[in-house]
């Protein structure tokens, strides 16, 4: 029903700033929460960051607030993250994410039911 497509990866130094995209194929309405979590090497994967409406809702991980900002164009069935600041720490495969319709965007894998093939970020020091 719903595929999605992450691209914007890359490797980059400490400091440096990255924009990852999530392209959608397939019907994705406004409703719909979509997020962004990561996986590091011998860890397991973490939430990043969810947005709802585009300006009313947006949550996101304690290690990441400040640098990172979520966005979504819904014309475009499109998901963002823009990454500022980065750090080694921030190293990981990077994967969107897209709820059922009328999910409270939320910290939860669980709540999500369409997944990315993911991107890898690297952040070197």
């Known amino acids: 029903q719903v595929q999605l497509v992450e691209s914007g990866g890359g490797l980059v130094q400490a400091g440096d700033s990255l924009r990852l995209s999530c392209a959608a194929s397939?019907?994705?309405?406004?409703?719909?929460?979509m997020a962004w979590f990561r996986q590091a090497p011998g860890k397991e994967r973490e939430f990043v960051a969810a947005i709802g409406w585009t300006g009313t809702s947006a949550v996101y991980a304690d290690s990441v607030k400040g640098r990172f900002t979520i966005s979504r164009d819904h014309a475009k069935n499109t998901e963002y993250l823009q990454m500022n600041s980065l750090k080694p720490e921030d190293t990981a495969v990077y994967y969107c994410a897209v709820s059922p319709t009328g999910v409270w965007p939320n910290s939860s894998d669980r709540s999500y039911e369409y997944w990315g093939q993911g991107t890898q970020v690297t952040v070197s020091s």
């Open positions: 397939g019907r994705v309405f406004s409703s719909n929460a």
